[in-house]
């Protein structure tokens, strides 16, 4: 081949690295890091041997390589509660630089650029030196999170455990429950949102969601908002778990208790 050939190739070589490089800096800033995207690091150095062992099944196999990191659905991976670290990709571009000391390689530049007469120490030094670059940029380009201390836990931690927990009963009620011929209806009195866990009929070991009459679940009761609890009439009571949205709250207990039908006097159920 002609050195014109040769660094034209060299220099495609040095586009499909650079064009890698790009793509690790824009996945770093969606807070993923490269999995099997570190696969294109081996397919240039196929890319390259092809060259320098006058291999063309390495081209190939290179061009395999690359694929396979482009476009496998593992090739990036997302992951924001760590950082990536800055100690590796300055240890490989310290080695990168001290593989590409030599005599012959002090003076390659991009307009003499080829790949056949690479040397097994010069190639494996632009390789640490790709790798060197993607790492620090993954370390540059990754997304600064806020460090902040929620008000409260999260509505997941407020789950089935809670109906075993030790509840509190506020001194002031802030829900309130009117009987239906449906079931009741429960609304929130307080001015304040609150974080619905679940509720049961009283004497039952039961777990039920908070859902309206279209049967959507409720997770937030808004100041004033109402929810349905469908009864059968055979209940004398209800008990609800909740949490208001406030730092530290406990979980709260509501209790609301009543006659029965089929045992009231006159077919009246009274709320206790």
Not at 1 to 12: A, D, E, R
Not at 174 to 186: C, K, N, V
Not at 223 to 232: C, I, R
Request: hydrophobic share 50%; proline share 8%; aromatic share 8%.
């Amino acid at each position: 081949m002609s050195s014109g050939t040769l660094n034209v190739y060299g220099l495609v070589v040095l586009l499909i690295a650079a064009y890698w490089l790009w793509r690790v800096a824009a996945q770093a800033r969606l807070g993923s890091r490269p999995v099997a995207a570190w696969w294109a690091l081996p397919g240039l150095a196929a890319l390259a041997l092809a060259q320098t062992l006058d291999v063309p099944a390495l081209l190939g196999v290179g061009a395999a390589l690359l694929l396979y990191a482009e476009f496998w659905p593992g090739a990036f991976r997302r992951n924001r509660k760590t950082r990536p670290r800055i100690g590796w990709p300055l240890v490989a571009l310290v080695m990168c630089a001290a593989l590409l000391r030599g005599p012959d390689t002090a003076d390659l530049g991009l307009a003499d650029l080829g790949l056949a007469d690479l040397g097994l120490a010069e190639l494996l030094g632009l390789l640490l030196g790709v790798g060197g670059v993607a790492g620090v940029l993954l370390n540059l380009f990754w997304p600064r999170r806020r460090v902040s201390v929620p008000a409260a836990p999260p509505l997941r931690t407020l789950g089935f455990e809670t109906r075993w927990n030790r509840a509190v009963t506020p001194e002031w009620p802030e829900l309130s429950l009117s009987l239906t011929d449906q079931g009741a209806r429960l609304r929130n009195e307080s001015p304040r949102d609150l974080l619905l866990s679940g509720w049961s009929p009283a004497g039952l070991n039961a777990w039920l969601p908070l859902r309206d009459h279209d049967g959507a679940g409720w997770k937030t009761l808004r100041a004033g908002q109402e929810a349905f609890l469908p009864l059968s009439g055979q209940e004398g009571g209800v008990r609800v778990w909740y949490r208001p949205e406030s730092p530290g709250a406990a979980p709260h207990l509501f209790r609301a208790d009543w006659t029965p039908t089929p045992r009231a006097g006159e077919g009246d159920r009274v709320l206790n």
